[in-house]
T-cell receptor, first 113, second 114 residues
Framework: AQTVTQSQPEMSVQEAETVTLSCTYD???????LFWYKQPPSRQMILVIR??????QNATENRFSVNFQKAAKSFSLKISDSQLGDAAMYFC??????????FGAGTRLTVKP | EPEVTQTPSHQVTQMGQEVILRCVPI?????FYWYRQILGQKVEFLVS????????KSEIFDDQFSVERPDGSNFTLKIRSTKLEDSAMYFC????????????FGPGTRLTVT
């Protein structure tokens, strides 16, 4: 079974600083997709970034980047120049093609002004 | 930008009552999903739907649950006889298909069973 583990229930970062959120997953598949979703207090699920397992290059979206280590089954999210609006729950998710999304338990990120 | 919509935003119902949660996926999307998030917990998969039939369902999706796409536009989740433990946020998601593999989530319906 595919499981996703986020070992940090809570993290905090000073505004303008950098923070890294950890995620590991368990799978026997070689072809899959990884995602980070942000869930602000409104509880809307917002896609932050995605990574295809077959791509060696780490995905980047503006201030958000990932460190994808396929052999270690690790998929961490780095947020640079943190902003107050980044405060939210962050969920790591895994899926195989045409299958459901499996989510981690989430990390609550607090941004201190 | 196209988005997934869900109605109502908040539904309060009494235990034992039937509820229908509605979703309008993005129009050209082919795959549809329901997820559930109990307060303070992670998002859990309920069911996926493709080509007018269920393609996968989790152990949570028992006989009390059903899904339907009655008119080619709406995608509904019905709970026949609600229980207290059904109280949760329910998210609909849709996916275009092909090689994108991104699921677009709706804003959710908060279901409260009293």
């Amino acid at each position: 079974a595919q499981t996703v583990t986020q070992s940090q229930p809570e993290m905090s970062v000073q505004e303008a600083e950098t923070v890294t959120l950890s995620c590991t997953y368990d799978t026997s598949e070689s072809d899959y997709y990884l995602f980070w979703y942000k869930q602000p207090p409104s509880r809307q699920m917002i896609l932050v970034i995605r990574q295809e397992a077959y791509k060696q290059q780490n995905a980047t979206e503006n201030r958000f980047s990932v460190n994808f280590q396929k052999a270690a089954k690790s998929f961490s999210l780095k947020i640079s120049d943190s902003q107050l609006g980044d405060a939210a729950m962050y969920f790591c998710a895994y899926r195989r093609s045409n299958n459901d999304m499996r989510f981690g338990a989430g990390t609550r990120l607090t941004v201190k002004p | 930008e196209p988005e997934v919509t869900q109605t109502p935003s908040h539904q309060v119902t009494q235990m034992g009552q039937e509820v229908i949660l509605r979703c309008v996926p993005i129009s050209n999307h082919l795959y549809f999903y329901w997820y559930r998030q109990i307060l303070g917990q992670k998002v859990e998969f309920l069911v996926s739907f493709y080509n007018n039939e269920i393609s996968e369902k989790s152990e949570i999706f028992d006989d009390q649950f059903s899904v339907e796409r009655p008119d080619g536009s709406n995608f509904t989740l019905k709970i026949r006889s609600t229980k207290l433990e059904d109280s949760a946020m329910y998210f609909c998601a849709s996916e275009e298909g092909g090689t994108n593999y991104e699921q677009y989530f709706g804003p959710g319906t908060r279901l409260t069973v009293t």
